[in-house]
């Protein structure tokens, strides 16, 4: 257990670097346990759920060596077809293993997937595709686990599956497995649309598939025999970026984020300058600085190409600071505000509530049994608001990335604690902070 002590109210100034995406990376490594060749992933995240992810690959049989922020990855064989319980329910991209399991060993079984606390987040998705393409999966209630394997009939076919909402995991979960049905032709409809699946696509054609994204939400997938290791780098994290964009203008700050240019910003940037915040994109990297009183934008988050989810708690951050009432609409996920309580605690001015939505199966991601009447989807902001120092928990992932913001901004020292969710998604960040001038640091107990 960890906690992290900040005393807010320092200007952020500096140039910082991005590390490689998280989201990339850790289906990087299942995309290496395709091939019984090595594969090598440059610019990896040296965060929590990538090291989990290592000792998954290691217990099922592989060998990863990490040289600075590149994995050599190897499974030559596997030596089993179980991922344990214990690692499986520290991470949810632990299920994405049935893929290279089911194409090489024609058999998994994997538990439930674990995670962030922020919704159900169900894998029924990616079920029924596998079923569509011919796999029998059945679900043991008494261990909690999935058990998958190859119909005893199953023939190289053509099947078309469209997903009934969009999902980021089943859809790469999906592609993995159909690159390795040799012969058949694999066409998956409503796909998911972010940035982070191309570059998936892009690691698994240099191994030699065969996969082309026909439209936005369509791709086709001609299965091959066998994959090849290769060499693939991974780009800048797209949540890294936002966290330091607004790090650095909710402390009347300026920083040059290097690297920042190459990935896709802008539903985050055209709400940023209606804010009033200051963006210069150059061949370096983005600037990212506050050049004066910030202007309430509303938020409604929803799949690629719109506004993240994984934005909305940094976004709720910056909304205390501008002069208005902001509204963010969670639509991806049924239950993402567990910050708000925490906020309050350090004197946000934020209600919870649920907008009248008149088709809510077609506005909300999430499946809506999952829904609870206590769960609220939306938050209303009055700004600007002066946050004071205060005693804060983590929930999440997101919500960490949301309270290191808080007290950066606020005056005062607050203490965070539950920073170990923070290491899930940022490497070393309380020290990276500190190299643009926050007074940061961590106490471990």
Wanted: proline fraction near 3%.
């Amino acid at each position: 257990m960890s906690r992290i002590i900040v005393n807010g109210g320092k200007r952020l100034m500096g140039t910082i670097g991005v590390s490689g995406a998280k989201n990339v990376a850790l289906k990087a490594m299942v995309a290496a346990c395709l091939t019984d060749q090595e594969v090598i992933v440059k610019n990896v995240p040296l965060i929590s759920d990538f090291m989990v992810m290592v000792e998954i690959i290691r217990e099922l049989g592989g060998v990863v060596k990490i040289i600075d922020h590149t994995a050599h990855i190897h499974m030559k064989e596997f030596k089993k077809e179980k991922i344990s319980l214990e690692e499986a329910a520290k991470i949810r991209t632990s299920a994405m293993f049935l893929s290279p399991l089911l194409a090489r060993m024609d058999k998994a079984i994997i538990p439930n997937p674990g995670g962030c606390r922020i919704g159900a987040r169900p894998i029924d998705r990616t079920i029924k595709g596998l079923e569509k393409m011919g796999y029998l999966v059945s679900y043991n209630s008494d261990d909690g686990f999935f058990y998958l394997k190859k119909e005893s009939n199953f023939k190289n076919k053509e099947v078309v599956y469209k997903f009934e909402k969009s999902t980021h995991t089943g859809t790469e979960t999906l592609i993995m497995i159909s690159t390795l049905i040799n012969g058949a032709r694999i066409t998956l409809e409503n796909c998911a649309a972010e940035p982070e699946i191309d570059e998936l696509i892009n690691l698994l054609n240099q191994m030699g598939a065969k996969i082309l994204r026909t439209k936005e939400r369509t791709i086709v997938i001609q299965g091959v025999e066998k994959l090849t290791g290769t060499e693939f780098t991974i780009g800048p994290d797209r949540n890294e970026i936002v966290t330091l964009a607004i790090a650095a203008i909710i402390t009347k700050g300026d920083v040059l984020v290097k690297g920042a240019q190459s990935v896709d910003l802008s539903p985050f940037i055209q709400r940023l300058e209606l804010a009033g915040g200051g963006v210069e994109q150059g061949e370096e990297g983005v600037r990212f600085f506050y050049k004066g009183k910030l202007t309430c934008v509303d938020v409604q988050t929803s799949n690629y190409p719109g506004f993240m989810t994984d934005w909305q708690g940094p976004w709720a951050i910056l909304m205390t600071q501008a002069k208005g009432v902001a509204q963010i609409h969670e639509t991806v996920y049924e239950n993402r505000f567990g910050y708000v309580g925490e906020l309050k605690k350090m004197g946000a001015n934020i209600d919870l509530f649920n907008p009248d939505i008149k088709d809510p199966e077609k506005i909300y991601n999430f499946n809506l049994s999952d829904n609870n009447p206590s769960y609220f989807h939306a938050i209303k902001i009055q700004g600007p608001t002066k946050l004071h120092n205060g005693v804060v928990e983590v929930s999440d992932l997101r919500a960490g990335a949301t309270l290191v913001l808080a007290a950066l901004s606020a005056v005062g020292e607050s203490v965070i604690f539950g920073a170990e969710h923070l290491d899930r998604g940022y490497e070393k960040l309380e020290e990276r902070l500190r190299t643009l001038g926050a007074s940061i640091k961590r106490v471990r107990e």
